[in-house]
Nanobody, 116 residues
């Protein structure tokens, strides 16, 4: 049974930082592209960033480029999202996604609230 468990969300002031983690189990982690999505209240879910299987390539939405960094530790079956210079518009539930072998797995999400 595949499980993706996000952690690290919380309340942070504008300009602050958070690091999200997504721990995966039940799959060969190093064979999956890992993605972070987010869904703000009243909005559709959007892709924030992804990282390829070996971590050799990453891609970011324009809205987070230069502020967020995705990285992975295949030995720990974990992908991370380092979020710096957070803005109120970054407030959302952040979801981890694993994609490979025509399969698509989701975590339950972690809430990030950016507010003073």
């Amino acid at each position: 049974q595949v499980q993706l468990v996000e952690s690290g969300g919380g309340l942070v002031q504008p300009g602050g930082s958070l690091r999200l983690s997504c721990a995966a189990s039940g799959l060969i982690f190093s064979n999956y592209v890992m993605m972070w999505y987010r869904q703000a209240p009243g909005k559709e879910r959007e892709l924030v960033t992804f990282i390829t299987e070996t971590g050799g390539s990453t891609n970011y939405a324009d809205s987070v480029k230069g502020r967020f960094t995705i990285f992975r530790d295949n030995a720990k079956n974990t992908v991370y999202l380092q979020m710096n210079s957070l803005k109120p518009e970054d407030t959302a539930v952040y979801y981890c996604n694993a994609r490979g072998y025509n399969m698509n797995y989701w975590g339950k999400g972690t809430l990030v609230t950016v507010s003073s």
